[in-house]
């Protein structure tokens, strides 16, 4: 199992252009580099830093720490320990229910966005070993939030599922005010918001 213990990466802001383009495989061949592992542990690290710090946070995709390869670390509490990570994930099955949401991003962690999600997916994966795994219908709060990391291995921030334009948070803020809000808004008046979508996270 990879260990968290590596040095943090810097999570890359809003505004990025590397953000916005699609990732690379990881070929089995690199699984067991050096620099895979040490991307890998890298990018466990900081998601665990940023959880201690903000308080918040239960995945991260490599580009979002520079990494332009299809991976992601998860952290369910409940479910996991510490951050697990995920190679090469994919979608297998959608489901029709769909359901709306606040999601936030490490990428922007100032801004909330409203988007709709599929109510669950079946995913399948490598696990660090070069296993293939498959997952079938999973729960609302697992399938939401690889639908967020498999949009970020896409090249997709939240942000885009409300304008695909290159725009920053002040401009979100003000042409979306419906669909992106800040962060402090949203925690003067929870009620308020979570009474516009059907789910909160």
Same mark, same amino acid.
């Given at each position: 199992? @990879?260990?968290?213990?590596?040095?943090?990466?810097?999570?890359?802001?809003?505004?990025?252009?590397?953000?916005?383009?699609? *990732?690379?495989?990881? =070929?089995? =061949?690199?699984?067991?580099?050096?620099?895979? /592992?040490?991307?890998?542990?890298?990018?466990?690290?900081? #998601?665990?830093? %940023?959880?201690?710090?903000? +308080?918040?946070?239960?995945?991260?995709?490599?580009? /979002?720490?520079?990494?332009?390869?299809?991976?992601?670390?998860?952290? !369910?509490?409940?479910?996991?320990?510490?951050? /697990? @990570?995920?190679?090469?994930?994919?979608?297998?099955?959608?489901?029709?229910?769909?359901?709306?949401?606040?999601?936030? *991003?490490? *990428?922007?962690?100032?801004? !909330?966005?409203?988007?709709?999600?599929?109510?669950?997916?079946? #995913?399948?994966?490598?696990?660090?070993?070069?296993?293939? @795994?498959? &997952?079938?219908?999973?729960? /609302?709060? &697992?399938?939401? !939030? %690889?639908?967020? &990391?498999?949009?970020?291995?896409? +090249?997709? #921030?939240?942000?885009?599922?409300?304008?695909?334009?290159? !725009?920053?948070?002040? &401009?979100?803020?003000?042409?979306?005010?419906?669909?992106?809000?800040?962060?402090?808004?949203?925690?003067?008046?929870?009620?308020? %918001?979570?009474?516009?979508?059907?789910? @909160?996270?």
């Amino acid at each position: 199992m @990879v260990t968290t213990t590596a040095a943090t990466a810097t999570v890359l802001r809003l505004g990025t252009p590397s953000l916005r383009e699609a *990732c690379a495989k990881v =070929s089995l =061949s690199e699984l067991a580099s050096v620099p895979f /592992q040490a991307d890998m542990a890298r990018l466990q690290s900081t #998601l665990t830093a %940023f959880r201690a710090k903000n +308080g918040f946070g239960r995945g991260i995709a490599a580009p /979002q720490i520079g990494v332009q390869k299809r991976f992601v670390a998860i952290h !369910l509490d409940g479910k996991h320990a510490s951050p /697990q @990570v995920y190679i090469n994930p994919e979608i297998t099955w959608r489901s029709p229910a769909m359901f709306s949401m606040w999601d936030d *991003c490490m *990428c922007f962690p100032d801004l !909330l966005v409203r988007v709709s999600r599929h109510a669950s997916i079946s #995913l399948r994966y490598l696990n660090h070993h070069g296993q293939i @795994v498959h &997952e079938d219908a999973l729960p /609302q709060a &697992e399938s939401e !939030l %690889f639908q967020h &990391e498999i949009d970020h291995l896409d +090249g997709i #921030l939240a942000v885009n599922l409300v304008s695909k334009d290159l !725009l920053s948070a002040d &401009e979100l803020l003000e042409r979306f005010p419906s669909h992106v809000i800040q962060r402090r808004a949203f925690d003067t008046n929870p009620t308020k %918001f979570q009474k516009l979508v059907d789910y @909160v996270i």
